[in-house]
């Protein structure tokens, strides 16, 4: 079974400034993709980022960077320059490739960014 | 990009009633389409997996008596609730696998609130 853990159920964050978003997950398959959402207030799951397991180089997309660390399981975004914009609530979440099974997701990170 | 769209996005209704919501993938083939529901404050959890032309898969402790799940094309799928109650007021959102790539997007959500 796979499992995702996010520990900060809540970060505030200084306007301008980068933030991390801590990310384990546990699974004994070795091929599977990791992924990040924003969910706004209005409920609609925003696709961030996504890393594969077996991908070399850490996903970066615009202001968003996946700090893959397969030794250690974990799959923290980093989030440069918060924008008010940016406050939202953050799901991590997997996939095993080759499975039917859906995304299994994190509890949630809720960010705030402080003007 | 592809979009899922999901109607109706909120729905209040009565205890007893039933509810059909509906999950259409606007411009792309959906072999699979996901339904997750989510409370306040907490994470997307797994309803069901539903493939064209065949019965969906329900998660455990899933009552699928009160969660109809149809998917009659490749472009819908239906989550009827049943006898709705109160405890059943929550977000619910789906998923949609497009056919040719496996990639995943997500409706808007629909809120259901049962009086």
């Known amino acids: 079974a796979q499992k995702i853990t996010q520990t900060q159920p809540g970060m505030f964050v200084q306007e301008k400034e980068a933030v991390t978003l801590d990310c384990t997950y546990d699974?004994?398959?070795?091929?599977?993709?990791l992924f990040w959402y924003k969910q706004p207030s209005s409920g609609e799951m925003i696709f961030l980022i996504y890393?594969?397991?077996?991908?070399?180089q850490n996903a970066t997309e615009g202001r968003y960077s996946l700090n893959f660390q397969k030794a250690r399981k974990s799959a923290n975004l980093v989030i440069s320059a918060s924008q008010l914009g940016d406050s939202a609530m953050y799901f991590c979440?997997?996939?095993?490739?080759?499975?039917?099974?859906?995304?299994?997701f994190g509890s949630g990170t809720q960010l705030t960014v402080l003007p | 990009g592809a979009v899922v769209s999901q109607h109706p996005s909120r729905v209040i209704c009565k205890s007893g009633t039933s509810v059909k919501i509906e999950c259409r993938s606007l411009?792309?083939?959906?072999?699979?389409m996901f339904w997750y529901r989510q409370f306040p404050k907490q994470s997307l959890m797994l309803m069901a997996t539903?493939?064209?032309?065949?019965?969906?898969?329900?998660e455990q402790g899933v009552e699928k008596d009160k969660f109809l799940i149809n998917h009659a094309s490749l472009t819908l799928s239906t989550l009827t609730v049943t006898s709705a109650h109160p405890e059943d007021s929550s977000f619910y959102i789906c998923?949609?696998?497009?056919?040719?790539?496996?990639?995943?997007?997500f409706g808007e959500g629909s809120r259901l609130t049962v009086l």
């Open positions: 979440a997997m996939r095993v490739v080759g499975s039917a099974r859906q995304l299994t």
């Open positions: 411009d792309f083939q959906a072999t699979t």
């Open positions: 890393q594969g397991s077996y991908d070399q």
């Open positions: 998923s949609a696998r497009r056919r040719e790539t496996g990639e995943l997007f």
């Open positions: 699974t004994s398959d070795p091929s599977y993709g």
């Open positions: 539903s493939n064209e032309g065949s019965k969906a898969t329900y």
